[in-house]
């Protein structure tokens, strides 16, 4: 009797695990509602990028070729002095030293 009880409580658990598993997967409206959003954010940003590449360039060819230049050159010591950062300091403090 007791085995009868042990097994019907086995497969009532195994019938009721995937029915609550699938009560929260969202419906297939809300899954496409949040796909579309998505895609149209996606569609927004790519658009904001490339309007403000556009613009970027706009601003360096309004210049002198002068100005070009220095735009140039500035960028690029930028772009070194960015490189050089320090480590955290964390990282610093506990790093293995030589001695």
């Known amino acids: 009797m007791k ?5 019907f409580l086995l497969l009532l658990i ?3 695990i995937p029915l609550a598993l699938a009560a929260q997967r969202p419906s ?5 509602a949040v796909a579309k959003t998505e895609k149209v954010e996606k569609k ?11 613009e970027l360039k ?7 070729k002068e100005v070009q230049e ?4 500035s960028e ?14 964390l ?4 790093r293995k030293r030589r001695r």
Not at 44 to 54: I, L, P, S
Not at 70 to 73: A, H, L, P, V
């Open 3 to 7: 085995i009868i009880h042990k097994r």
């Open 76 to 89: 690029r010591e930028a772009k070194k002095n960015n490189k050089r950062k320090k480590e955290p300091f």
């Open 70 to 73: 220095r735009m140039n050159q």
């Open 28 to 32: 297939r409206k809300v899954r496409k």
């Open 58 to 64: 706009h601003r360096f060819k309004i210049q002198t």
């Open 44 to 54: 927004q940003d790519n658009a904001y990028e490339k309007a403000r590449k556009k």
């Open 14 to 16: 195994v019938l009721i």
């Open 91 to 94: 990282k610093r403090l506990f």
